[in-house]
Every structure is written in structure tokens, then in C-alpha cells.
């Protein structure tokens, strides 16, 4: 049986990174002799430079090999490092683990390669049950790097033949969509592409701002699509991809404002061609880092919280900036929770999940992915390097997206496709509902409100809803935010602690929820003065207590907001929950039925064709 060398991943390099990335090195590697700068480019040779006696080390997210995972899931079994250089150097293969807390490094080999001309050598990886694997080179004397990858050998019968039809939606933000489109088309789709004839990639343009003119080519093709939110793309494009000429294996979905290295491409490639039998209907979940901290790794896999109702990450976020973040990672991946999910910025899905369980939910934006997975029954894939880096999603909070839309959504998910049965998304909103009252959110109390009251609207609701109005009217409901430097300097903010805490004693919490934080109270038993609280989920009651304003700060961008007691609104508000919730008491079962009755016409071909108005 003949055997085929494949490639796994490509060593990333500082300046062949994209500019976005080229100055964050600890993604990638370091110089014993220089941190921040490891390796001189030589635009001319094409090559990058290690000066005699530097030592670089490759042991970072980007070109650390996780052994066992590849060992696990693929039909790789030797290991090589395969390097294109001229000059004189020492490569030492390392291996990382822990034993109890501490760090382990093992050298596994060192190899001593010269050559006064350009000329490619491969080292094999010795034998080991470790799970990262790395190397570093010391050069002795000035030694030039072309480029690198580690490589394996399979029997050619395990190769298999996949075609990845990737669908990016795109909402009116030009500026990345283009960005990603020129990306593709420099590194993805020339000639030396490893995928260029294996990939067809669909920009869905729920903004029509784009020109099919201008991007439409053999490999891309835009398509100009009503604004019916994430839902409605990415359904677009699993459609367009299912009726291709040649039909591909695979949808990619990623999000439009995201920045993106053309090896996550490579890489979902190189790892689909060689999956086991076992490991092919998996959905490649890609990690999202933070845009603004691009080392920090913020989600890959995420869950519904059954104690809560709330949506997270399935791994504590890191700082993958080196070698333990890299082993808390490879720790994490073993973590299983029920209903998990993988997120629509950067997931890989098979065609056959698509055929056999339909198309998503039009819930226009958010939870779709969730309901996808969970419906789905997915299990996730993930590897390091196969990520993005997300533009204002990590740590931002809008209360029409996150109480509004989130919410409104859980239940019409929960009712329509059944999943999350254990889950009370009705606790969560009646605690924060209270939450937002005694704080003065009156807006937030009211975007909780909504959501309930437009799921018990039922499904023909949902179905003839213009999701963009929707959405435009509940932003409009949130905060007004303005500049800290706006308020007056008496208030002195910026030496306020949004997240400091401050506890309550038994009588005071009695009195904060009997008197609803004071709306029962007359005024003179308040205090005017006002306190700096979160502006997000952060919540303490002992900084609200007894007060007739709070300055609600968001700390991610400097600015706040004066919220004051309004008694008026609040028993309104406090009116119109009572009466929403006695109609949820009354009618949910039937509602519920409804949805579910609906939910198979609402995920077929048919009636998303109608839907979209193709």
C-alpha cells in the first residue's frame, strides 16, 4: 500500500503573518537575543535571518504540533518537521508536559543542518505520548528560513477527496469583507495554494453594498440578499453551497468582521483530508480571539449553563502568549458539557448534517448557532491556529442583543426543536428582570420584558418579523452612553471602580428587596449623592443601596451613564411583568406546540427560499 506525504500545518512566520499579526510574536515565536523582534526579513531573498548565536523558539500557538490530538482524530502517526533554510544551524524537537503544577521541557532530538545553497531537509520527530511538540533553532552562523511545516505519511486510500464551500455574511462593514476577499485571493486562490481547486467561497451581502461586478470570479461569488440578519446569510450560503455543481463536503461559516490568517483555511483543509471514519461527521469549531487583545483566546467551544441559563465558553480564557497557556489548553479540551455549541464566527460544518436535520431557525440574529449544534448533536473539533480574531464581540455588552434578542430567542429555540428541556430560561429572566429594576436599568427591565412577550406572539410572529426594524427599535431602547469627561469633575469617575464590591448586611438585604431598593421608600431616606457602578453584567447591590442615582460606567470604552430613580416607571414596569408573566402561565404550552408544530416547515429548503425571496 502506497503511502503519500501530507501536510499537517505551516510554520508561521513573523513577516509572512498577516500585518495585523506581524507584531505579536508570542503567537509564533521568540529570540533568546530580541523577544519582540525574532527574526530579520529579507524582502529581496524572500527569507527571514537569524543572526550567528540567536536562538528562536517555535514553541507558541501558532507552531506547536499537538501530537495527540492529530494522533486521535487522523490517520497521522510519524511526524516530520520539514524546513526550507541555507546556512548553519542546530534544530532542537522539544516536547512539553506537567507533571503535577510543574512545566516539563524534553529535548526529543538535536540535529545540526547546513547548506550553502537553499535546499529543503526533513527531521523526524522521534517516538513520544507527550502532546505538544516544538523546536528551536540556534543558528551558528547567520542562517536564512524560507519557510517550514510539519508534515506525516498516509496510506493514500485514507486521503480523502473534501471540498469546503466557505459563506461569509456581510451587513454594510466593507472594509473587512474586502480585507478577507483580497486575503483569499493572494494566498488562498494563486498558485501555489494547497486548496485553490478544493475551496468556493459565497459572500452573502445582506447590505447589497457590494459589487458582484467587481469580486466574481472562478473561485468567489457574491450574492446581494435581503437583511434578514446571521440566520438568513449563513442559511444563504449552506443553500448556494448545496446546489454548486460539484456539491462540497463541508460548510465553513464565518463571521465578516473578523480578522483572519489564511492558515486556519489550510489548516481545517489539511486536517478534514485525514480525519478517521469516526471524526468525519465532527463540526471544526474555530477559536475567536479578542480583536482589541489579540492573544487572548476567548471561546472555540461554548454551552448553555443549565444553574443559570446563561451562554459560555467551555474553556477559561487564556492568554495563549506561551507554553502553559498552550497546556491549560490542551488540559480544557477534554472538558464535555451538555448542550454545547460551536459559534457561526468560525465553524466547519458537514454537508450531511445539513441534508439529514435541515436548515437553521430564522431567528435573524443570535442563537441560531446554538440551536444548530445542540439539534445537531454535535462534537466539535478544534486546533490551535485554526481561530480568528473577532471586532467587538468579547466583553461588549448591549442590552437590546444580549436581553432583547438573546432571550427572546432561548425560547423560541427551546420550543421549536425541543433542546435545552432542563434549562429555565424563564428563572433567568424573572432574576435579572429584578436586578435591572433595583438598579435603575429601566430600559434593560423593559428589553426582558419584550423578549417574552414577542415569544408568546407564536411562530407566525417569527416568520413575518423584519428582524432589522425589530432590532434597530430595541437598540434604540438601550443606554445612552456619553464620554466620561462630559460629566461634571465633582463626580471624579475616573477614580470610581465600576467592579469594586461592597456587601449587605441581613437587615440591608431585606430592606433592598421589600422596598425594591428604595422605590417604597420616601426620599429623604435616600441618598442623593451617586455611586459608580458596571454598566454590564457586574451587579452589587451594595453599591446601589439606598441611592437615588448610580453613574453606570462601561470601562471598555471610557463612557457612562446617569441613571436616577424614576418610581413611576418602575411600578409600570413592575405592572406590565406581572401581567406578561400571568400570560406566559396561561398560554406557554400552547405556544410552545405551535413553534414545534412550525419548526419542521421552518428549516426546509422550501420555505427558506420563500423566506429570502429566491
Not at 499579526?21 to 515565536?29: C, D, E, I, V
Not at 432583547?404 to 427551546?414: D, E, M, P, T
Not at 437587615?507 to 422596598?515: D, G, N, P, R, S
Request: charge should be neutral; charged fraction near 25%.
Amino acid at each position: 500500500m502506497s503511502k503519500k506525504t501530507v501536510k499537517l500545518q505551516n510554520i508561521i512566520l513573523q513577516y509572512n503573518a498577516d500585518e495585523n499579526l506581524s507584531k505579536y510574536p508570542a503567537l509564533m515565536h521568540t529570540s533568546a537575543l530580541n523577544h519582540w523582534y525574532s527574526m530579520v526579513y529579507d524582502p529581496t531573498k524572500k527569507c527571514h535571518i537569524i543572526r550567528k548565536h540567536d536562538v528562536v523558539d517555535f514553541s507558541y500557538y501558532f507552531n506547536t504540533l499537538q501530537l495527540n490530538n492529530w494522533k486521535k482524530h487522523t490517520y497521522a502517526e510519524k511526524f516530520r518537521l520539514k524546513l526550507t533554510f541555507s546556512g548553519r544551524a542546530m534544530v532542537e524537537l522539544t516536547e512539553y508536559y506537567r507533571n503535577s503544577k510543574n512545566i516539563n521541557r524534553g529535548v526529543l532530538k538535536r540535529e545540526v543542518i547546513e547548506s550553502e545553497t537553499k535546499t529543503e531537509v526533513m527531521i523526524e520527530i522521534p517516538e513520544t505520548d507527550k502532546g505538544l511538540v516544538s523546536f528551536a533553532i540556534t543558528a551558528l552562523e547567520d542562517f536564512y528560513l524560507y519557510d517550514g511545516c510539519y508534515v506525516t505519511e498516509v496510506d493514500e486510500e485514507n486521503i480523502r477527496d473534501v471540498r469546503i464551500s466557505l459563506a461569509s455574511t456581510t451587513f454594510k462593514k466593507e472594509a473587512y469583507i474586502k480585507k478577507n476577499i483580497k486575503l483569499l485571493m493572494k494566498d488562498v486562490f494563486c498558485d501555489e495554494s494547497d486548496i485553490k481547486d478544493d475551496l468556493f467561497v459565497h459572500i452573502i451581502d445582506n447590505g447589497r453594498t457590494l459589487s458582484p461586478e467587481e469580486f466574481d470570479c472562478e473561485h468567489l461569488k457574491i450574492y446581494p440578499n435581503a437583511n434578514v440578519g446571521g440566520a438568513g446569510g449563513f442559511t444563504r450560503g449552506m443553500i448556494e453551497a448545496m446546489n454548486l455543481p460539484r456539491k462540497p463536503d463541508y460548510v465553513l461559516l464565518m463571521d465578516d468582521d473578523v480578522l483572519i490568517m489564511s492558515e486556519s483555511l489550510f489548516r481545517t483543509f489539511y486536517l478534514l483530508r485525514i480525519l478517521k471514519p469516526e471524526y468525519q461527521d465532527y463540526f471544526v469549531s474555530g477559536a475567536m480571539f479578542d480583536y482589541d487583545i489579540r492573544e487572548k483566546q476567548y471561546e472555540d467551544v461554548g454551552y448553555v449553563h443549565v444553574n443559570d441559563a446563561s451562554y459560555g465558553p467551555l474553556k477559561d480564557r487564556l492568554d495563549m502568549n506561551g507554553i502553559e497557556a498552550l497546556l491549560n489548553n490542551e488540559d480544557m479540551a477534554s472538558r464535555t458539557q451538555a448542550h454545547s455549541y460551536a459559534g457561526w464566527w468560525y465553524c466547519c460544518i458537514p454537508v450531511q448534517k445539513i441534508e439529514e436535520n435541515g436548515l437553521p431557525l430564522p431567528v435573524f440574529i443570535r442563537g441560531d448557532d446554538v440551536e444548530f449544534s445542540i439539534r445537531n448533536k454535535a462534537q466539535f473539533l478544534t486546533l490551535n491556529g485554526i481561530s480568528i480574531w473577532h471586532v467587538g464581540f468579547a466583553g461588549k455588552f448591549n442590552a437590546a442583543m444580549e436581553l432583547y434578542q438573546v432571550h427572546r430567542n432561548s425560547f423560541i429555540i427551546q420550543a421549536a426543536s425541543g433542546i435545552c428541556g432542563d434549562i429555565d430560561f424563564l428563572k433567568r429572566i424573572k432574576t435579572l428582570f429584578w436586578k435591572e429594576i433595583t438598579r435603575f436599568a429601566y430600559n434593560n427591565a423593559e428589553q426582558l420584558i419584550d423578549s417574552v412577550d414577542d415569544f408568546l406572539k407564536g411562530p407566525e410572529f417569527l416568520k413575518t418579523l423584519n428582524g432589522e426594524q425589530c432590532l434597530k427599535e430595541h437598540a434604540g431602547k438601550n443606554d445612552k452612553l456619553i464620554p466620561i469627561s462630559d460629566f461634571p469633575p465633582e463626580y471624579n469617575i475616573a477614580k470610581g471602580d465600576p467592579y469594586s464590591y461592597k456587601k449587605l448586611n441581613r437587615l440591608q438585604k431585606f430592606i433592598y428587596k421589600a422596598t425594591v431598593n428604595g422605590h417604597l421608600l420616601p426620599g429623604f431616606m435616600l441618598r442623593r449623592w451617586p455611586v459608580v457602578i458596571s454598566f454590564d453584567w457586574f451587579f452589587v447591590p451594595g453599591k446601589n443601596y439606598m441611592r437615588k442615582r448610580l453613574i453606570a460606567v462601561n470601562a471598555n470604552d471610557n463612557t457612562a451613564c446617569m441613571r436616577e430613580m424614576n418610581r413611576k416607571r418602575c411600578f409600570s414596569l413592575i405592572s406590565r411583568y406581572r401581567k406578561v408573566m400571568k400570560n406566559y402561565k396561561k398560554n406557554h404550552k400552547a405556544v410552545e406546540q405551535a413553534y414545534r408544530k412550525e419548526f419542521a416547515n421552518m428549516t426546509t429548503e422550501k420555505f427558506w427560499k420563500e423566506y429570502l425571496g429566491i
